[in-house]
């Protein structure tokens, strides 16, 4: 038998995904689009966040990609709302990925304005795939518990703005702010942490803020 | 389960410098997957053979090198592996920050 010949090959598997995320990156830009990744767990209040925000925009147009396993309800409530949103079904995927988010924006057809990519609710998955996005934004919540930053390390470590959602519950649960924070900051020095609650509303004026600070960078 | 697709990708290209460089067969894939690139080096192993099925790679041996995240210390630089719920660093008590190294998932090489 002959020897083997040793190939070098130093290639990142991610490489298709992220040529694409860079593709839709660079395209979104040219039509006057700021994307953001909207990452956080099943129920922390993707969707209702999204809302609050979409209220709060005066003349900046919203677009929503809503990424679900199954089902449409939250697109529906958006465009119920009057907001272009379109739906995306991973059909069991854990994560939204940069061609599925390719064939989407081109359907939905966007020029100037914010495009919110709501993920899969999942904190581990869609903090590891690029998008296309300019900025991910994670909403963690109180009910969670402090201890999310320390559990799931890279979602927090990746995000540019984190809004810590129901915080009107604080008083009634064990949330321990100074852990929580602790955590957060020993993973990412840079991201503003911005309390609100989808029900009181509160918070979400610095939330846009930020949004339009960087729209207009 | 996201490691299906990925594990077609590591096929892929496998395939891809095997033809390149005038081999009919595919030996060893030498892999390196982070703890937290967010792929599970089992499952990578277990669709593997099935994907690899009547492919150059069928008979390959995939050798899986992984890698432990680590954390650097602000104040001292030591690389470290962090405890449970802790950011210490076990030589000076100082905070890490995250870095690059627990986060790979490339195909190193391949032999022929």
Known sequence: MSENKEIEIMQSVYDKNDEVAARINSELTQSGIYAINVMGAPGAGKTTSLIQIVKRLNDVTPYVIEG???ADFDTK????LGIKAIQINTGGACHLDSPLIGKAV????IKNGVLFIENIGNLVCPAEFMIGEHAKMLISTVTEGSDKPYKYPLAFEKADIILLNKCDLIPYIDFDEDFFMKGVRALNKTAPVIKV??????GFDKVVSWIMDKLNA | MHEYPITQRIIEIAQEYATKNEATEVKVINLVVGDYSGYVASSIELYFDIIAEGSMCEKAKLNIERVVPKLKCNSCGELFIRKPFSFQCP???GEGSPTEIGQEFYIKSIEV
């Not at chain 1, 409530?77 to 119920?80: F, K, P, S, Y």
């Open chain 1, 68 to 70: 679900d396993i199954e």
């Open chain 1, 77 to 80: 409530t958006l465009q119920a």
């Open chain 1, 106 to 109: 081109e359907d939905l057809g």
């Open chain 1, 197 to 202: 609650s989808g029900k009181t509303e509160e």
């Open chain 2, 91 to 93: 030589n000076c008590n």
